[in-house]
């Protein structure tokens, strides 16, 4: 965009500021009718790669083979083993108590009191199946000694819901996803728990619904920490930075317009906020209050410069600053919308309430500011007189006399490339996926990882999986090849560490044909053909319910369900299961069947980290585009982009590798934030630029077009990214929600770099290149040299 046309709309602002601000409020309080009805929530579906093959599986057979919602209960006894009338009487009370939580799946309730759960034994009239403890509990010791004797003989119960020591019972429960209400679900459970927990009695829970339950129970707290935090910045602003009411109260009323119109045109798109994303939010909001403190401090400049008025230094603000600043907007916005190119309606959305809110910082930063500034009265004004200009007058002039060295500029920029080459080395290394067992949401030593913990030692896994073998006509499950297949694909899998163990179609017929051969373990086995096969299934269902079939095969012998059960769902964990069940299909073709890959939570997951693994390096590579063709368009030269890569590139690499060493991991959840994270690399290098640039076109000497960049935007760049760090760091010590606290303080590094980029790397960049989109425009005949 041309200077006259900025100047142009500067001074069309300025003068009509009365109607720019009656616009403004007006909108605001349109979109503040809208905010309030705004929705902060998880749902379910926003979290599913749709398009996904995996999900295509998982979504046609949740309903039989379990969905991705199941919860874990585990009723603990402290002393003696669960086989007494207290214990069992609970275990089968909860399951009871279960039937009446909204959504859940009724015919998904396993435990030791429930029908499906059964007992294969030789009777007078053959082989008889009958359900291990339902309807009624043991009524004699004699009987409470022969269930425990069946439990210990059953190996789908063994070990699967009963633990090994006998001390712990698993109760498993299912929930339509279509129905699904998290904070719902979470407190009905919690309800039924706390009634039955007791001094002989530890009962856990764990599950990906506890799990969001947690998470929307914290958000009261979620939400006084981002208040607390902005009030903290103030504070910082007013008692050490800025030092003045327009200083701190301005940039303050930028951030609340700019999330009551982003919240207002969410509300408008129908579109819900995740509680996770707060602290996005708060990302988002500390860049309006960074680029309107950029402008109060132009404005300040301008005042102590000699400007005659309030309203002559704000349109000169508005002029040397819109550009730049809308630059920053659009690189920032530009980096977020990259993600919405995922297949995942959670981070569509924050991709897209994100791309908005930052889009108003072109409202609230760049044009409102200045007009809010434009009505001060006394500019010479400060509220007190303590100052550290001093200091960072200081640490300014040294970075100028630092980059005005040839020496030293050469350190600086060696030490950035040497920086970015072992930085982009760790830096890829980082994690897709979890990267630690349990949940990275909340913190390692939480209850709630505790429990995965407790669980994950004593079953076989709280995390599952269901591989699908689909038969290309009726009764194929009976084919004894097919059953031996899938025998060896679970023993298989089952070799990885993080698989405790699994449980198919295939697991009911050899038990039963021990039976039948006088429990003489030389029989148990699959049957010879179709016809045995055939015999010994209708043996085991022999008097079951509807639905008993379900969660192994569908009725007509199609379709099975081979369960999987994980320790962790780590990101490694993920892709190593997933590429040695490829290898195993590859090698092992069925005739008549075919295996298909995946459901469950875990196939949820593994497909969710495929997703976020492609989708990181199309976002990056398409973020770093836009800011090449914007600064282009911009600065209308070819190479103006490249030039800022370095700082970007800098604070980028840094920070990935601070997240491979913290053990910070690249999911769902955190890549918003490190999409926006790409824009925010460049945006302080952008206001310095800039202002070198225009610096330079006045003296043509590059030198002191540095010095006067760094004392006038490396001023702003100071005042905010020191406060706004500072701040955002109190996450990591409030928060008791992992992730916010972990992405605060990467937000928090990223920062940081990217301010001592802007700079310490970018002022010797240009001192050493000279780019001609800064020169080009210098004082006819002035010096370029630099000492």
Known sequence: ??????????????????????????LTAVFLFLATGAQVKTVFDDLLPSRHPYMEVHNAYKGSFGGSNLVSIVVRVKEGDIFNLEVLGKVQSIGKDLLKVSGVNEFQIISLASKKLRDVRAGTYGVETKPLMWPYLPKSPEAMQKLKEAVLANRLVYGTYVSRDLKAALITVDFIEQQMDYPTVYREIMEILDRYEGDDIQISVVGEPILQGIINAKLPQTITIFVSSLGALGLLLFVFFMRSYRGTLVPMLAAIVSAIWALGIARLLGMNFDPLGVVIAFLITARVVSHSVQAVNRFDLMISGGMENSRAAAQSVLGQLFKPGILAVI????????????????????????????????VTGVILTPVLLS?????????????????????????????????????????????????????????????????????????????????????????????????EEKDVLKDPDVLQSIVRFQRYVERQQEVGGSISLADLIPSTKRVLYEDNPRFEEIGWDNFANAELLYMFLAGSDPGDLDRFSDMVYQTAGITLYFRDHK????????????????????????????GGLVGVLAAVNEVVFRIELQSAALALLVVLITSALTYRYGTAGLYFMIPLLLSNTITFTFMHFMGISLNINSLPVTALGIGLGVDYA??????????????????????????????????????????????????????????????????????????????????????????????????????
């Open 1 to 26: 965009m041309k200077t006259s046309v900025i100047l142009r709309l500067a001074e069309f602002f300025i003068a009509r500021r009365t109607w720019v601000l009656s616009v403004i409020g007006i």
């Open 331 to 362: 690189t920032d916005a530009g980096g977020v919308l990259m993600v919405a190119l995922a297949p995942i309606p959670l981070l569509q959305k924050t991709a897209i309430i994100g791309a908005i809110w930052v889009s108003c910082i072109s």
């Open 375 to 471: 009505y001060v009265r006394n500019p010479h004004k400060y509220a007190h007189r303590l100052s550290i200009d001093p200091a960072i007058s200081g640490f300014l002039r040294w970075a100028a006399r630092s980059c005005a060295s040839s020496k030293g500029r050469a350190v600086i920029v060696s030490v950035a490339l040497v920086l970015i080459a072992v930085c982009g080395y760790f830096g890829n290394q980082i994690e897709i996926g979890d990267a630690n067992p349990g949940t990275p949401l909340l913190w390692q030593d939480s209850e709630y990882n505790v429990a995965v913990e407790e669980i994950n030692s004593t079953f076989l896994g709280t995390d599952r999986m269901f591989v699908v073998v689909r038969g």
């Open 571 to 598: 990101g490694g964990t993920l892709r190593t299961a997933v590429a040695r069940m490829k290898a195993f299909i590859d090698a092992n073709p069925l005739k008549n069947a075919t295996f298909q890959l995946a």
């Open 686 to 787: 952008i206001y310095v630029v800039d202002c070198i640039k225009e610096e330079f076109a006045g003296s043509g000497d590059i030198a002191e077009a540095v010095e006067k960049g760094l004392l006038g935007a490396g001023r702003g760049v100071v005042l905010t990214a020191t406060p706004l760090v500072l701040t955002t760091t109190l996450w990591y010590f409030f928060s008791s929600l992992r992730f916010q606290a972990e992405m605060a303080i990467l937000i928090a590094v990223w920062m940081a770099v990217a301010a001592l980029s802007a700079l310490l790397v970018m002022p010797a960049v240009i001192l050493i290149v000279r780019p001609a989109f800064i020169v080009a425009n210098g004082t006819s005949g002035a010096s370029t040299q630099t000492a």
